[in-house]
């Protein structure tokens, strides 16, 4: 069971506002689901929000809940993305789009802004005549922290010099 001691809902009109601005009913399984994305920029697997709308509102089963995650992603209410752990997580999209950086070595995540990607959405646009969705961009690769690490473990590694092979001939 995961703790819910940080969950607080969003309040229900602005909730019921979001819902009807993307042309939806609002109905009670809706506001149930949408009100567990309590904290900004907060990602959550389908099983925490599941546990969330399960203490806040038994009588709804899982199955609706996952149907319900389908559609506000399909209609971009909130956005789907692994962001490494092998698990799909959930975040309630904003007007301030972010995507992040994900660390290979020391998981470390850190946001970047959407400023940095409407280039590259503008380039594939031009180039493919492909509108890509970007709505959250998880990039993986190698923190500052860790490439350094790696930079000093490669200059602090021995050198194996066999017999008859100069420290030269090694760089070419």
């Not at 979001?18 to 904290?39: D, E, K, M, P, Y």
């Not at 998880?138 to 860790?146: D, H, K, M, N, T």
């Amino acid at each position: 069971m995961h703790d819910l001691t940080d969950f607080r809902p969003r309040p229900i009109r602005e909730l019921e506002q979001r819902l009807r601005g993307i042309g939806q009913r609002v109905t009670a399984q809706r506001l149930a689901v949408l009100s567990v994305f309590s904290i900004p920029d907060e990602h959550l697997s389908a099983e925490v929000i599941c546990d969330r709308v399960a203490a806040s509102t038994p009588t709804i089963n899982r199955s609706t809940v996952y149907r319900t995650l389908e559609r506000f992603r399909d209609l971009g209410l909130i956005s789907e993305t692994d962001l490494g752990g092998g698990v799909r997580e959930y975040a309630l999209l904003d007007e301030a789009r972010h995507h992040h950086l994900i660390c290979l070595e020391c998981r470390h995540m850190m946001a970047f802004d959407d400023a940095l990607v409407e280039p590259l959405r503008e380039q594939i646009r031009l180039k493919y005549g492909f509108e890509a969705t970007t709505a959250h961009l998880a990039l993986f690769g190698r923190c500052p922290v860790c490439v350094q690490r790696m930079t000093e473990r490669s200059l602090a590694a021995p050198v194996d010099i066999k017999p008859g092979e100069s420290v030269h001939s090694l760089n070419h």
